[in-house]
């Protein structure tokens, strides 16, 4: 099992991403510089957070041209997990790999701050440890995580319940208070619709250790290498 | 040669940027402003030796793939 950190001028998540899989999911991982062309070696790519190309044009308009996006195309088409937090999020939807959009937040402010997230679909293999009735405290750190797509996205995105994660109050209840930043339906994480490929705002990555206030990203992680380790065996 | 970009948001598609910039003319004492929407403006050098419609189809397919998201913005290429 290998995990790849795609990192992009600009990345700066890319760190922390790299510690939480090498520390506590226990796998090994490299750093894959963007002008990488081959990904064959890994199971998995993480497209982490910051601000890939200076946010320039659009946040993640310019990463997408990056000659690794082609690798992650392929890879993605091979069946194999793309995981997108925040600025990678962006990247992904811009790349056309998940539908819809990330605009300026409504309030126009970057929020940075603990948020609480609801799993809308454990049917993932990002997801599959994820205690659907927990509701989880994750970070969020971003200007633009304001999702957007249009009715029939958003219609399929619900009927092939790709809709992953939504923000919430303590409850677990979705209501426009609770949403940070103006997202459709308080989405906050989406899959495509083979579900190997998932983005959000939150940073699970920055949610793995207590000291540091919430370990409730642990668990996607632990999805992550439960599902890469069943097509090994399987294999 | 010169092409001009136009790139706006689609008039479906809420403008945070443009409703802060309104609320600050109003500041001013503009109270009859109906919406200020923002957008992006962009000027495109080619080569003297290119067509018009040569420098049109590539204009566009800039404005297409790079310039604008289609999911949130509609473009409109001039060439001057």
Redesign the interface.
């Known amino acids: 099992m290998k995990f790849g950190v795609i990192v992009f001028p600009g990345s700066n998540c890319d760190h922390d991403a790299y510690h939480v899989v090498s520390k506590h999911v226990g796998q090994p991982v490299d750093f894959v510089w963007h002008q990488e062309t081959d990904l064959s070696g890994y199971d998995a790519v993480i497209v982490p957070g910051g601000f890939s190309y200076g946010d320039y044009?659009?946040a993640g308009?310019l990463a997408r041209?990056s000659p690794v996006m082609k690798a992650i195309k392929d890879f993605a088409a091979e069946g194999k997990f793309v995981f997108g937090i925040c600025n990678g999020f962006q990247i992904l939807?811009?790349a056309g790999l998940l539908?819809?959009?990330l605009?300026?937040?409504?309030?126009?402010h970057f929020v940075c701050k603990h948020i609480n997230l609801r799993l809308e679909s454990a049917n993932t293999p990002f997801t599959s440890e994820v205690d659907p009735a927990k509701v989880l405290s994750i970070p969020i750190a971003h200007a633009e995580g304001?999702y957007?797509?249009?009715d029939a996205t958003y219609n399929s995105l619900e009927e092939n319940g790709q809709i992953v994660f939504r923000y919430c109050d303590e409850n677990g209840g979705i209501t426009a208070a609770a949403n940070p930043n103006?997202a459709r339906a308080n989405i906050a994480g989406i899959c495509n619709l083979d579900r190997n490929v998932l983005g959000m705002m939150p940073h699970p990555e920055r949610a793995c250790e207590e000291m540091l206030g919430s370990n409730d990203g642990r668990d996607i992680f632990r999805s992550l290498t439960k599902a890469i380790a069943q097509i090994e065996t399987a294999a | 040669m010169k092409a001009i970009v136009y790139v706006t948001l689609k008039p479906s598609v809420l403008d945070p940027q443009g409703k802060a910039i309104h609320h600050s003319v109003e500041s001013l004492g503009f109270d009859n402003i109906g919406d200020i929407r923002q957008g992006k403006y962009f000027e495109i050098a080619l080569d003297e030796s290119v067509s018009e419609a040569d420098a049109r189809s590539a204009v566009e397919r800039i404005a297409k793939d790079v310039l604008a998201n289609p999911v949130i913005e509609d473009y409109r290429v001039e060439i001057a």
């Open positions: 044009l659009r308009a041209f939807c811009e539908p819809g959009a605009m300026r937040n409504a309030g126009l304001n957007t797509c249009d103006g």
